[in-house]
């Protein structure tokens, strides 16, 4: 098990930037792959971006490629997304998510068995 916490959201204007934290709690962080999800209001809980063991094994949902970056620091147990040129359709609750055995981060929220309790962006338009 690993508990996770996210920080760092806030309301910022279209194109500007944020940057999310989450700390995770526990020895075997660098054993999860990590993802990143976003639930806006009456829709379904997305993915966004992904790393694996690896900091090098990155992927992104086609929305944030080229804005977002996610990174890792398996020795500090934390895991970052760097938000720029944000949009307005960006607002949502942004979690992120541990994939316990998983070398690359899978796209489905099912297959993440630990999640923190979320984190508002507001982008304004």
């Known amino acids: 098990q690993v508990q996770l916490v996210e920080s760092g959201g806030g309301l910022v204007q279209a194109g500007g930037s944020l940057r999310l934290s989450c700390a995770a709690s526990?020895?075997?962080?660098?054993?999860?792959?990590m993802g990143w999800f976003r639930q806006a209001p009456e829709k379904e809980r997305e993915f966004v971006a992904g790393?694996?063991?690896?900091?090098?094994?990155?992927y992104y949902a086609d929305s944030v490629k080229g804005r977002f970056t996610i990174s890792r620091d398996n020795a500090k147990n934390t895991l970052s997304l760097q938000m720029n040129s944000l949009k307005a359709e960006d607002t949502a609750v942004y979690y992120c998510?541990?994939?316990?055995?998983?070398?690359?981060?899978?796209?489905?929220?099912?297959?993440?068995?630990?999640w923190g309790q979320g984190t508002q962006v507001t982008v304004s338009s």
């Open positions: 998510a541990a994939a316990l055995g998983r070398i690359t981060p899978p796209k489905g929220p099912r297959d993440y068995a630990n």
């Open positions: 790393i694996g063991w690896s900091p090098s094994l990155t």
């Open positions: 526990g020895r075997t962080f660098s054993t999860y792959a």
